[in-house]
């Protein structure tokens, strides 16, 4: 699905004709994902989760020092967090990353989302490197304990965590909208959760779980970061970059369109505003598809992927 005619001069007309030609011969591809690529599944971004936590400071809780002040109210914010990505359904853009990933040799998948709908719907877990963590990673609070589970989708992770969802689940779009339609300024009072119900570590026997995202005032995984900046080093040529569901205005992330591009790539940008396009702005080898990524990318990938296989269809 080609989009309508640019707005604006830096931003070129998307030809599906030209892309898929050249989707078709790039060999070498990186992918940079942002909240965009999970809005048709009904999640609400970081500062957007709305309901029971409306009247909390998002950025306040997702600090190591808010945890350590308060382990239990930030559990709760986050454990509410994991119940939504775990209510929403990976889309069809999730699914065709997936199958792109598993159809092209040389493609790395470099995600800024932590909600675990790109592992869900099968994305092969050597390439998809996940920029600020994921809800579903836990690891030890401990700074001397490098405990760390993978994929954990346990809900809730202890009993003591557990959403009283009674008639109506407080985490559903219903629930959320008429919170957020009370125009009363007044705090819901959540239960406290008491340290010791809290999970704890199985390997120092002393720290607290905490969920495994990347906080305010941490640092970015040095692993993901090193690993990605070898793929792109390993050669000079870069085919192509995908930009998913993010403006790619802000760094490190915006870097990588950058220095892909500094080494032969063409970026294809895939996004519901037009305003959004890298912040280094787009030349006319490259394209801007408008719409909902989970309509556009699977059009736009269909010549190497072929019709959309679902992950109910794979089983």
Known sequence: MASKAATSSSIPTADLESFSSHLQSSRRILALLGAGLSASSGLPTFRGAGGLWRTHDAVSLATPEAFQADPGLVWQFYNYRRHMALRAQPNNAHYALAQLARKTRDFETLSQNVDGLSQRAGHPGDKLHLLHGSLFDIKCGEFFCDYVQKDNF?????????????????????????????????????????????????????????????????????????????????????????????????????????????RGARVAVVNTERTDAPGSGLTKKDWFFQGDAAEVVPQILKPIIGELETRAQQA
Request: proline content about 9%; aromatic content about 6%.
């Open 154 to 262: 346990t809900n809730p992770v202890v009993p003591a965590l557990a959403i009283p969802t009674g008639e109506i689940d407080p985490t559903s779009n219903a629930a959320r909208g008429a919170r957020e339609l009370d125009i009363s300024d007044e705090k819901v009072e959540l239960p406290e959760v008491a340290i010791r119900d809290l999970p704890h570590c199985p390997k120092c026997k002393t720290g607290i779980l905490r969920p495994g995202v990347v906080w305010f005032g941490e640092a970015l995984p040095r692993d993901t970061i090193r690993y990605i900046d070898d793929w792109i080093h390993a050669t000079n040529k870069i085919d192509l970059i995908l930009v998913i569901g993010t403006s790619a205005k802000v760094y490190p992330a915006a870097g990588y369109v950058d220095t892909a591009r500094a």
